[in-house]
């Protein structure tokens, strides 16, 4: 969306045509209406901001929270990398995953499959689940004391 708001913005009118002709502003528009963002776009930050704001107010509500969802955020100890602008989107999304325990390990990935290798990819010592990554692989263990 950054890009796209770069692009369609230009100061160089041979870049703004090209944008509208391929349909890059349309497309701006049409994301800009689904998650209520005004228009222009000159703090992209901000607007990544509103929009996981936005993502986690929604996930709070699923009934899978339970009656505490909305609490879980004051918890600082456990949650303060969520408020921090520390984290990259998609490193963002691998540390949900992790939280949730739906990272795709290999054991996770062979649920309900006959025959698939399940064992650590890493060290081979053990079947790959969440808990081995992160507690008990030799192989990442450098990567946890960091």
């Known amino acids: 969306m950054g890009s796209m708001s770069r692009l369609v913005g230009s100061q160089d009118g041979h870049v703004k045509r090209l944008a509208k002709a391929i349909g890059i502003e349309e497309e701006l528009e049409t994301a800009c209406r689904r998650w209520e963002i005004r228009r222009p776009l000159n703090k992209m930050r901000s607007v990544v901001n509103e929009i996981r704001k936005r993502r986690r107010v929604e996930w709070e509500n699923l009934g899978s929270q339970g009656p505490r969802g909305p609490y879980w955020r004051k918890c600082r100890a456990s949650n303060g990398w969520m408020r921090r602008d520390v984290l990259s989107e998609g490193e963002h999304t691998v540390a949900l995953q992790l939280r949730t325990n739906t990272y795709p390990t290999r054991e996770a990935m062979s649920r309900g499959r006959k025959g698939?290798?399940?064992m650590c990819r890493r060290c081979g010592q053990s079947v790959e689940t969440l808990g081995h990554i992160t507690g008990q692989c030799l192989?990442?263990?450098?990567?946890r004391i960091k």
């Open 116 to 118: 698939g290798n399940v």
């Open 139 to 143: 192989a990442v263990k450098g990567n």
